[in-house]
Antibody
Framework: QVQLVQSGAEVKTPGSSVKVSCKASGGTFSSYAFSWVRQAPGQGLEWMGGIIPIFRTTNYAQKFQDRVSITTDESTSTAYMELRSLRSEDTAVYYC??????????WGPGTVVTVSS | SSELTQDPAVSVALGQTVRITCQGDSLRTFYASWYQQKPGQAPVLVIFGKNNRPSGIPDRFSGSSSGNTASLTITGAQAEDEADYYCNSRDTSNNHVVFGGGTKLTVL
C-alpha cells in the first residue's frame, strides 16, 4: 500500500521560505510523478507544480513559477516543495500526491503552513 | 490556460441519484478524474479514466463524459457521501494539471 508522509506544520513570517517534505513508501518512487496541491482556508484545490523523479523534470503553474521549487531525493524516496517570499495569502494546507497522467491516486495528509507576522 | 467549471453546490435526497458535472475544453481530449474531500481530510480519488474506481470505492460512484462535460454520478446517495467533490484533468495547452472549483454535495 502506497503511503505519503508529510512534514509537520509550519509557522512562517512574511518574506521567508518554507520547505515541505513528502516521503513515499510502498511503491516504486521513480515510476510516477509527484504533484503539489494547496488549499487555502475555505477554498478549492490549486495545483502548484509537479516533478518526474526519474527524469528530474519539473512543471510549475504559472502563478508559482517564480517562487516555487520542487525536488526529489531518490535515495530516500522523498519529494520536496519549497515556496519562497511567503505572504499571508500563502497560508494553506499543502498536499503532495502521486500522479500519473494528471490522475492523483495517493495523497499525503497535508501540511499546514501559516504565514503571519 | 484551460479551466474546469463546476456548480458550487448540489443537494440530493438520501437514497436518490445525483449527478455532478464538470465542464471544460480539455475534457474533449482528456478524461476527468474525480476526488471526494471531507472536512479536515485529504482528497480521495473516486473515479479516473473512462469510468474506473480505485479499490475500496463503492460501485454507486460512476463517471461518464460527453463532449466538453464530465459527470460523476452517485446512484443511491448515502449520508457519508456528503462532501466536496473536485474534478481535474490536464491542460491541453501546457500539460499542467488543472482542477475544477469544487462542488459541495449535501445529502438531505
Amino acid at each position: 500500500q502506497v503511503q505519503l508522509v508529510q512534514s509537520g506544520a509550519e509557522v512562517k513570517t512574511p518574506g521567508s521560505s518554507v520547505k515541505v517534505s513528502c516521503k513515499a513508501s510502498g511503491g516504486t518512487f521513480s515510476s510516477y510523478a509527484f504533484s503539489w496541491v494547496r488549499q487555502a482556508p475555505g477554498q478549492g484545490l490549486e495545483w502548484m507544480g509537479g516533478i518526474i523523479p526519474i527524469f528530474r523534470t519539473t512543471n510549475y503553474a504559472q502563478k508559482f513559477q517564480d517562487r516555487v521549487s520542487i525536488t526529489t531525493d531518490e535515495s530516500t524516496s522523498t519529494a520536496y516543495m519549497e515556496l519562497r517570499s511567503l505572504r499571508s495569502e500563502d497560508t494553506a494546507v499543502y498536499y503532495c500526491a502521486r500522479e500519473k497522467e494528471a490522475i492523483l491516486d495517493y495523497w499525503g495528509p497535508g501540511t499546514v503552513v501559516t504565514v503571519s507576522s | 490556460s484551460s479551466e474546469l467549471t463546476q456548480d458550487p453546490a448540489v443537494s440530493v435526497a438520501l437514497g436518490q441519484t445525483v449527478r455532478i458535472t464538470c465542464q471544460g475544453d480539455s475534457l474533449r481530449t482528456f478524461y476527468a478524474s474525480w476526488y471526494q474531500q471531507k472536512p479536515g481530510q485529504a482528497p480521495v480519488l473516486v473515479i479516473f479514466g473512462k469510468n474506473n474506481r480505485p479499490s475500496g470505492i463503492p460501485d454507486r460512484f460512476s463517471g461518464s463524459s460527453s463532449g466538453n462535460t464530465a459527470s460523476l454520478t452517485i446512484t443511491g446517495a448515502q449520508a457519508e457521501d456528503e462532501a466536496d467533490y473536485y474534478c481535474n484533468s490536464r491542460d491541453t495547452s501546457n500539460n499542467h494539471v488543472v482542477f475544477g472549483g469544487g462542488t459541495k454535495l449535501t445529502v438531505l
